[in-house]
């Protein structure tokens, strides 16, 4: 351990500073020793300084309490530490694989479902996109989502939306996309809310007209405006 950190120790509050001798030395002793020990070891735990200064003053039971603490904080720490790892590990290997196992799970029932390869790809790059721009959100979002497509009138919605993309905007037999009947259980059909993708609307007339069709019905059945929706993006 080097004087600048004892020093630092000493400027904190964290270790008292002996007295010099005749000659200018300070004298450290056995016990100075230990609590140079307990001081580094907090230290490289990423204890910050103000928390192991507040220690000092702990009691036995307090003490040890804060280091079970510690050790939880730690093996989190070593739980994130190694999935990095492992991520890198794909990256390094070409096999990266972007999305958790039940999202890549639940485009494979999309398409079972019946939605096309164009909704599918769309689907997975709008959940890596999601899942690159909020970590701690995605997984509840993702949740939302696929218990709404779960329910087979509301994914019949969306099916239509998704049959519809190739329509013209005067094609005469368009149809608009059939609503869930609102005899449903409306308790869960309110708590429910969705991703309706919009950037090929901007292209197609005909699916931006379905776009909003959709959002509006979605909203009047389920009582919550879908995720993506010009209203929810306000919000």
């Given at each position: 351990m080097s004087i600048k950190t004892i020093r630092v120790y000493h400027d904190k509050g964290l270790l008292p500073e002996p007295d010099r001798d005749a000659s200018g030395y300070r004298w450290y002793?056995?016990?100075?020793?230990?609590?140079?020990?307990?001081?580094?070891?907090?230290?490289?735990?990423?204890?910050?300084?103000?928390?192991?200064?507040?220690l000092k003053s702990a009691t036995d039971d307090e003490f040890q309490q804060a280091l079970r603490e510690i050790d939880d904080e730690l093996t989190a720490r070593i739980r994130g530490l190694r999935a990095t790892q492992g991520r890198l590990r794909q990256l390094a290997a070409g096999h990266l694989a972007p999305l958790p196992t039940e999202v890549g799970a639940h485009l494979e029932d999309l398409a079972r479902w019946g939605f096309t390869s164009r909704w599918v790809d769309l689907q997975r790059d709008l959940w890596i996109l999601v899942f690159a721009t909020h970590p701690d959100r995605a997984i509840t979002l993702f949740h939302d989502q696929a218990e709404t497509l779960a329910d087979p009138a509301l994914r019949q919605l969306f099916l239509d939306y998704d049959h519809a993309h190739d329509l013209d905007a005067d094609d005469p037999t368009h149809r608009r996309p059939r609503t869930p009947d609102r005899r449903g259980d409306p308790g869960?059909?309110?708590?429910?809310r969705t991703v309706i993708p919009r950037a090929r609307s901007a292209r197609r007339p005909a699916p931006g007209r379905i776009s909003a069709t959709v959002a509006h019905r979605f909203r009047r059945v389920t009582g919550r405006p879908a995720l993506g929706s010009r209203r929810s993006a306000r919000g």
């Open positions: 002793g056995a016990n100075d020793a230990i609590d140079l020990i307990k001081i580094r070891m907090l230290a490289e735990a990423g204890v910050p300084l103000a928390r192991i200064r507040a869960t059909l309110r708590t429910r």
